[in-house]
Nanobody, 116 residues
Framework: QVQLVESGGGLVQPGGSLRLSCAASGSIFSMNVMGWYRQAPGKQRELVAAITSGDITNYADSVKGRFTISRDNAKITVYLQMNSLKPEDTAVYYC??????????WGQGTQVTVSS
């Protein structure tokens, strides 16, 4: 089993920045993908960004140029640096871990609120 612990959410003003962290523990497979999804009220959950164990990244068009995903493989931790935040970025952000043997594991979610 893989466990995910997220941190870093909160309230920020438009234009501000936040950094989310997600630490994985348990049965970690070397080839994996970690990422972040988000779900705003009344909307479907959507992929924000993902990064493979080989550091290949993928971003939603809505966050390109503003968000940066990175990972520390020694700590099995993924980060999401969010800059130039907008009210429409308000959502619950979920960390994910995927490996072929186990599928997708979801974190508990952390609230990000962008408001003045």
């Amino acid at each position: 089993q893989v466990q995910l612990v997220e941190s870093g959410g909160g309230l920020v003003q438009p234009g501000g920045s936040l950094r989310l962290s997600c630490a994985a523990s348990g049965s970690i497979f070397s080839m994996n993908v970690m990422g972040w999804y988000r779900q705003a009220p009344g909307k479907q959950r959507e992929l924000v960004a993902a990064i493979t164990s080989g550091d290949i990244t993928n971003y939603a068009d809505s966050v390109k140029g503003r968000f940066t995903i990175s990972r520390d493989n020694a700590k099995i931790t993924v980060y999401l640096q969010m800059n130039s935040l907008k009210p429409e970025d308000t959502a619950v952000y979920y960390c994910t871990f995927w490996a072929q043997r186990i599928g997708t594991v979801w974190g508990q979610g952390t609230q990000v609120t962008v408001s003045s």
